[in-house]
C-alpha cells in the first residue's frame, strides 16, 4: 500500500506526484483492479488531490436479486489541510465527530496513504440504489400474483402453480 509521505512532495518537480493506477485496492472487491491516474499537489496549507479512474465491481441487484457487472468510474478532486492534530482528537470517538467535518485534515510532516483515499472516492461513486439496468422483476418467491410474472423462463411453473390453483 502506497504510503506518501507529504514533506517528500516539497522536493518533487512542481510539487506533486503524479502515479499510473493498475492494481487492486484493498477492500474493494472489484474483478479488474482500479485503473487511471492519481495525482497529489503540496501547495502550501494544503493538498490538492486528483482522481481519475475506474473499475469493474459485480453487484447484485436490489430488485431481482442477480449479479451482474458494474463499472465504476471516478473523476474527482478533494482539497485536504494540513495542519497539527490536536492531541484531544486523537480519540477514536472524537475522530468519528471530526470525520463529519467538510473538509478533511492531515498533520504536515504525516503520510497520505494512497489506496485509503482512493478506496473513499470509489465507495462514494456506488450507486445508491443497485440495479442491474435490465428491466427485471423481482424473484417470483416474493410475487403475489403468479400470473403477473412476465418472464419467460418462469412460464412453466406459472402455468404449473396455475393449474394446481
Ligand atoms: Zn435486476
Known amino acids: 500500500m502506497e504510503k506518501i509521505y507529504i514533506p517528500r512532495l516539497l522536493k518533487m518537480p512542481e510539487q506533486k506526484e503524479e502515479i499510473a493506477l493498475n492494481h487492486q485496492i484493498s477492500g474493494l472487491d472489484s474483478l479488474t483492479p482500479v485503473r487511471g491516474f492519481f495525482q497529489v499537489a503540496h501547495r502550501g496549507n494544503f493538498l490538492e488531490l486528483q482522481l481519475q479512474a475506474h473499475t469493474i465491481l459485480t453487484l447484485t441487484c436490489?430488485?431481482?436479486?442477480?449479479?451482474?457487472?458494474?463499472?465504476?468510474?471516478?473523476?474527482?478532486?478533494?482539497?485536504?489541510?494540513?495542519?497539527?492534530?490536536?492531541?484531544?482528537?486523537?480519540?477514536?470517538?472524537?475522530?468519528?465527530?471530526?470525520?463529519?467535518?467538510?473538509s478533511e485534515t492531515l498533520p504536515p510532516d504525516g503520510?497520505?496513504?494512497?489506496?485509503?483515499?482512493?478506496?473513499?472516492q470509489l465507495s462514494l461513486a456506488m450507486p445508491l440504489r443497485i440495479l442491474c439496468g435490465n428491466d427485471c422483476q423481482p424473484p417470483a418467491i416474493e410475487s403475489q400474483q403468479h400470473s403477473t410474472i412476465k418472464d419467460d423462463r418462469w412460464s412453466s411453473l406459472v402455468s404449473l402453480l396455475n393449474q394446481n390453483n
Open 62 to 102: 436490489d430488485r431481482c436479486l442477480q449479479s451482474f457487472n458494474h463499472r465504476l468510474e471516478v473523476d474527482t478532486s478533494e482539497i485536504i489541510l494540513l495542519k497539527e492534530e490536536e492531541p484531544l482528537l486523537s480519540y477514536p470517538l472524537e475522530r468519528e465527530i471530526i470525520s463529519e467535518d467538510l
Open 111 to 120: 503520510e497520505l496513504i494512497m489506496d485509503e483515499w482512493i478506496y473513499e
